[in-house]
């Protein structure tokens, strides 16, 4: 994976959107600081610290069926790299990765398209490496980041290559075969299946109670509402 390395961006999505014809498949373009870091739901995800992961991989498969599922196996790699530190990660459908509750890391995916047709994808995702305990108090939001877990500082290169190495393992196969590639690795690391969750469609929406009972053979979380209806969720936040 050829790696753009930049001090500051607005955002590493926003840029690799805007020039995603240009770049290769399996670009990677990775910034010190964003100014208008994004994450899911127009949610702001604070880029203010280098010591951080802020990464959008662009990619360009032949096949576009399995997309929404790179997004999972990108959070599978990253709780397989997390546990290589010692810690234990949890992944919340769709694509957190958790410590004890506390999100580490968030993937934003979007589409590029070009005449009502998908070319291609730009796979972003933040890793919380290096933060104070002021900085994540002040995100006001659980989170947590993987210095505090470990008490140590952490090699942000380190933590790329590998993020990289291990992403491009499985990534043909996903493409071609999606969900079922990782299927068991994703299920070994939630914790949520036949509890009762909470379900938002957006910041400020109606939470839904319902029982999370699996996943489909997409990937899509199937859950049944409190009048017993079984439904499937294509998107949306779990509030566990
Ligand atoms: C989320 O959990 O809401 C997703 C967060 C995604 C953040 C990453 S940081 C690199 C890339 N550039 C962005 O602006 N967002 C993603």
Redesign the pocket.
């Known amino acids: 994976m050829k790696i753009l390395r930049f001090e500051s961006l607005n955002?590493?999505?926003?840029w690799a959107l805007e020039h995603f014809e240009e770049l290769e498949d399996f670009t990677a373009i990775c910034?010190d600081i964003?100014t208008?870091?994004?994450?899911?739901?127009n949610?702001i995800?604070v880029?203010e610290e280098g010591g951080n992961?802020?990464?959008?991989i662009v990619l360009k498969p032949q096949k576009t069926d399995f997309v929404p599922n790179l997004t999972q196996y990108l959070s599978v790699v990253t709780a397989r790299i997390v546990e290589s530190y010692g810690v234990k990660p949890q992944i919340k459908w769709p694509?957190?990765v958790l410590v004890d509750g506390k999100?580490v890391?968030?993937?934003?995916c979007e589409a590029s398209m070009k005449h009502n047709k998908i070319r291609g994808v730009v796979l972003?995702?933040?890793v919380n490496l290096n933060m104070s305990e002021d900085a994540i108090k002040s995100l006001g939001r659980p989170a947590t980041s993987l210095n505090l877990l470990t008490g140590k500082k952490i090699d942000k290169f380190d933590f790329l290559n590998l993020l990289s190495s291990e992403f491009k393992k499985d990534y043909q196969r996903v493409v071609e075969n999606g969900f079922e590639v990782f299927k068991e690795e994703y299920l070994k690391r939630t914790d949520f299946l036949g509890k009762t969750i909470f379900l938002q469609q957006r910041d400020g929406a109606q939470k839904e109670e319902c029982t999370a009972k699996f996943f489909d053979d997409m990937g899509n979380l199937v859950v049944a509402t409190k009048d017993g209806a079984e439904k499937t969720v294509f998107s949306g936040d779990l509030i566990l």
């Open positions: 955002s590493t999505n926003t910034a964003q208008q870091g994004r994450g899911r739901f949610r995800w880029s992961i802020f990464l959008s694509n957190d999100k890391s968030g993937i934003l972003g995702i933040g």
